[in-house]
């Protein structure tokens, strides 16, 4: 009886240690530019597909069995002072550290670019994604842009998106 609690023991350790060899600690962080009136910053679609990209992203990654969690980002309310050069690079330090100080190996960063000019018009215009290894320094590991054409009969589904996104992602192999 103690030889066989003894092997269910070092079984179950050795599955713990070897599970966490390939799982990763990553932190998805998102910026929201909007090309629109700024009221609809708040409107239901900005909301949910945000937040749907950023779970599905998160889904596909937590279900690969890594370690996920999410940090706050920008709302650009005017894409002409988008951050660019040395106040973007701020911006992806200032996260490098959140992402360290909470423990992440990889950090996803994605911008959702919405325009229209009224709600009834906005739609999900790109999706762009960059990833980052974090060990010294800041590595960008793979980066990917989803441009959306505009149709007013189906505005892009969150979900949707982020799954189409991680797949292409998954064929870098980064996870």
């Not at 609690?5 to 998102?30: D, E, G, H, P, Q």
């Not at 945000?50 to 999410?70: A, C, K, P, R, T």
């Not at 994604?129 to 505005?155: G, H, K, N, W």
């Amino acid at each position: 009886m103690t030889g066989t609690i003894r092997r269910v023991a070092f079984f179950i350790l050795l599955s713990a240690l070897a599970a966490s060899a390939w799982a990763k600690t990553v932190m998805v962080s998102y910026d929201l530019v909007l090309d629109a009136p700024e009221d609809l910053i708040s409107s239901d679609y900005v909301l949910e597909t945000s937040i749907d990209v950023e779970s599905g992203i998160m889904d596909v990654l937590f279900d690969q069995g890594h370690i996920v969690f999410n940090a706050p980002g920008l709302v650009i309310t005017d894409p002409e002072a988008a951050p660019g050069g040395l106040e973007q690079e701020g911006n992806l330090a200032r996260r490098r550290l959140l992402a360290l100080n909470g423990g992440a190996e990889m950090l996803i960063y994605l911008r959702l670019r919405f325009s229209g000019v009224s709600e009834d018009d906005l739609q999900l215009e790109s999706l762009e994604c960059e990833v980052f290894r974090l060990r010294s320094d800041m590595e960008q590991i793979a980066s990917e842009t989803i441009q959306y054409r505009r149709d007013d009969a189906m505005p892009v589904n969150g979900f949707e998106a982020s799954r189409i996104l991680m797949n292409r992602l998954s064929g870098a192999e980064l996870f």
